[in-house]
């Protein structure tokens, strides 16, 4: 694959440009097909079969085209996309606060990833949404899906040639590899959606402190104030502030390598004072009509009650779980674990800090400081993840929001940075023989570090290891990381990639959103009184929660289905014992 790539490489660093515009033309020709990778046809039933969805219309179902839905991604298919379309169906629609979830209704500013459509200033900073204001609605949910996947893959090939121009090709294939991750498409890409707006808010920074036109540090500071703001509204801290400190590590190592001859202090002061303001006022916005509803959720037992984190939960295999995902993303079997919470990523911990120390070392390209960065956050992620930190130095660096198992996307970010700062030539002064030796040991050593670490997973955890799956990682290992040490980065990435798309490829299914979500003909007259919508309380016979919320997303009105903070008056209305107000003070699947 290497080999057959460098005839394209290179056509590709001619074309730059074009290249990003065929990958934007991707993702519209994706839309406009409306195909989306949502587990949706879960909640709103498969147009093409003959049964009848219970509550639905025939045309409301999803065409499926390949691959099967997902039961285990419910917070995506049974949560987040139908409180977007209860949005849609809510006349008139896009409410701050929706009246059909709960007797209270819910304020739809607190929900998190990609968020929900609000007609609202601070939807600006939540690019994912936007197909909803201008698009039909399957189109809308093909935005709705794609944009993570998109807006990460260009960001982060836009950082990376900001820190390593001269590997434009490769920076594209490390972008791509990030992007199509097991832990990425697991979490219905969700993890890239919270990666996109610290990547390009880096990105665009380092821009700033080279650009000389007034013109182009203006629009910069846009892009800036927005990404900020839409960075703190994905309200997920257990992946942001790893990723905060990861970019925040960095900017100031490509400062300290690269220190910027002569910055336009005279537009650029006034360039971040400009971004600064745009997502304070975008956050202040936001927050003068959902701080009520932050607050509930922040006084609840969970997620508010979370207790303070300091480290040190997980066994040193925790972090193992990727070298399985060939196998485990899609038959992990009779495990207490699902393969959303198994998938992860082939780390290759030696070879980069192999790597890392080389770069450090020779410092001769301008990379000292930014190899030094990928050793202390890599450095302090392991410490906290497999050791623990004192609580005091948790909370100072706001840590203690951080579960440890929620931190790869950071570190896999971080590992991305630092392969697309190795030159061309990494290797050169080391005697052959003697780099030979270097690469064979270390290999050996990856491929024995994989063997074991899928050797040590317990059982309950990953039934179904095989001799086969075993041999083959560890051997993958050991080449990635033999061509990584040699310099073949291009090959390494190439067998990286190939990995990844075994694991990934086929975890979410593909097909053709609904247009319409309407209620089924002979439902409809029993929810309607004197022209209004009765309220529905759905009773658990099989599957009350889909019920509520396949319900929700056509338009009417629910007592009980997925809400993100309690709503007491309900609860003082079943005259609930006081002692009893800690067990429903709490984020609610609510089921009767």
Request: glycine share 6%.
């Amino acid at each position: 694959l290497a080999g057959w790539s460098q005839g394209l490489a290179q056509g590709l660093e001619r074309h730059q440009r074009t290249v990003a515009c065929a990958i934007g033309l991707c993702f519209a020709v994706l839309v406009a097909l409306g195909w989306t990778g949502s587990s949706l046809q879960l909640l709103v039933g498969d147009a093409t079969q003959p049964k009848e969805h219970a509550f639905l219309s025939a045309d409301s179902g999803v065409h499926p085209l390949v691959f099967t839905p997902r039961v285990v991604r419910s917070d995506e298919w049974q949560v987040i996309t139908p409180s977007a379309l209860a949005q849609t169906q809510h006349q008139p629609p896009l409410p701050v606060v929706n009246p059909l979830l709960g007797v209270q209704g819910q304020n739809m500013m607190v929900i998190g990833m990609t968020g929900v459509p609000l007609r609202h200033p601070s939807a600006l900073a939540r690019p994912a949404t936007w197909g909803f204001f201008f698009l039909p609605l399957g189109n809308a949910l093909a935005w709705y899906w794609f944009f993570p996947f998109f807006a990460c893959l260009l960001a982060l090939w836009y950082l990376l040639n900001q820190v390593a121009a001269q590997n434009i090709a490769r920076n594209l294939v490390i972008a791509l590899l990030f992007c199509v991750a097991p832990y990425s498409i697991g979490w219905s890409l969700w993890p890239l959606y919270a990666a996109f707006f610290p990547v390009a808010a880096l990105g665009v920074t380092i821009r700033m402190l080279r650009t000389t036109s007034a013109w182009s540090m203006g629009l910069l500071a846009v892009a800036l104030g927005l990404s900020l703001a839409g960075f703190a509204l994905v309200l997920y801290p257990p992946w942001q502030i790893p990723l905060a400190l990861a970019s925040a590590l960095f900017l100031v190592a490509w400062w300290l390598d690269q220190r910027p001859a002569s910055p336009r202090w005279k537009f650029l002061a006034p360039a971040w004072l400009l971004a600064l303001a745009l997502a304070l006022v975008l956050l202040l916005t936001w927050w003068m009509d959902a701080g009520d509803a932050i607050t509930t959720m922040q006084n609840t037992v969970y997620p508010g009650g979370r207790k303070a984190l300091q480290g040190g939960e997980l066994p040193a295999y925790w972090l193992a779980r990727g070298y399985s995902n060939v196998d485990s993303l899609s038959h992990l079997g009779a495990s207490e674990l699902n393969p959303s919470e198994f998938g992860s990523y082939f780390f290759l911990p030696l070879p980069l800090a192999w790597l890392a120390w080389r770069l450090a070392r020779d410092g001769a390209s301008g990379t000292r400081w930014m190899a030094i960065a990928w050793v202390l956050f890599t450095s302090w992620t392991l410490v906290f993840v497999f050791i623990g930190v004192p609580l005091w130095l948790s909370k100072a660096l706001f840590w203690h929001y951080v579960p440890s198992h929620r931190v790869e996307p950071a570190l896999a970010l971080a590992g991305a940075v630092l392969l697309a700062l190795v030159p061309a030539h990494a290797i050169r002064g080391i005697h052959s023989q003697r780099l030979q030796a270097t690469a064979l040991a270390l290999a050996t050593a990856s491929g024995g570090l994989v063997a074991l670490e899928l050797f040590a997973l317990p059982q309950v955890f990953y039934p179904s290891l095989s001799p086969v799956l075993l041999f083959t990682m560890a051997a993958a290992a050991f080449a990635m990381a033999y061509w990584l040490v040699t310099g073949r980065i291009g090959s390494a990435l190439a067998l990286h990639l190939l990995v990844y798309m075994l694991a990934s490829t086929s975890f979410n299914p593909i097909a053709r959103a609904p247009q319409h979500i309407h209620l089924h003909p002979a439902i409809q007259p029993h929810l309607q009184s004197e022209g209004a919508m009765k309220r529905v309380l759905t009773v658990n016979l099989e599957d009350g929660m889909k019920a509520s919320m396949a319900l929700a997303a056509a338009g009417v009105p629910i007592v009980n289905g997925v809400f993100y903070y309690p709503q007491f008056s309900f609860w003082q209305r079943l005259h609930l014992p006081a002692l009893q107000t800690p067990t429903v003070n709490r984020y609610q699947h609510l089921l009767f």
